[in-house]
């Protein structure tokens, strides 16, 4: 229960620091919801499970290339997900606008996964 309340209060200080983040997931290896919220009107299963297979075929794909997969982006009309690993045993997924760029939110990003893999 504590490492839950930790990553809790991390996903706060993230909605609090990157303002442009609508939601912020956090989502185990095998597509379970760990904490936060997801977009509102998806199912959160669904949301979930395909989150895990997603960032997990894209390392699949990029450990073939030797490469180390960094996160992956999802362009919308209106807004963008990003997908990143957050440690060994878990993922987290966040959904923003679009008025601020990948790479800005990417790195803002990469501070909370270090964060959360810690916790979890």
């Not at 095998?30 to 297979?53: N, R, Y």
């Amino acid at each position: 229960m504590a490492q839950y309340m930790a990553v809790e209060k991390t996903l706060d200080d993230l909605h609090k620091n990157m303002p442009s983040v609508y939601e912020a997931t956090v989502v185990s290896r095998s597509g379970m919801h760990i904490a936060g919220d997801a977009p509102k009107g998806v199912h959160l299963e669904t949301f979930v499970a395909m989150s895990a297979i997603l960032l997990g075929a894209a390392e699949t794909a990029t450990g073939e290339l030797k490469d180390k997969l960094k996160y992956v982006s999802v362009e919308l009309s209106r807004s963008k997900m990003l997908l990143s690993s957050a440690g060994n045993r878990a993922l987290l997924v966040i959904t923003s606008s679009d008025d601020v760029s990948t790479d800005e939110l990417a790195a803002s990003m990469s501070k909370y996964a270090d964060i959360i893999a810690g916790q979890i």
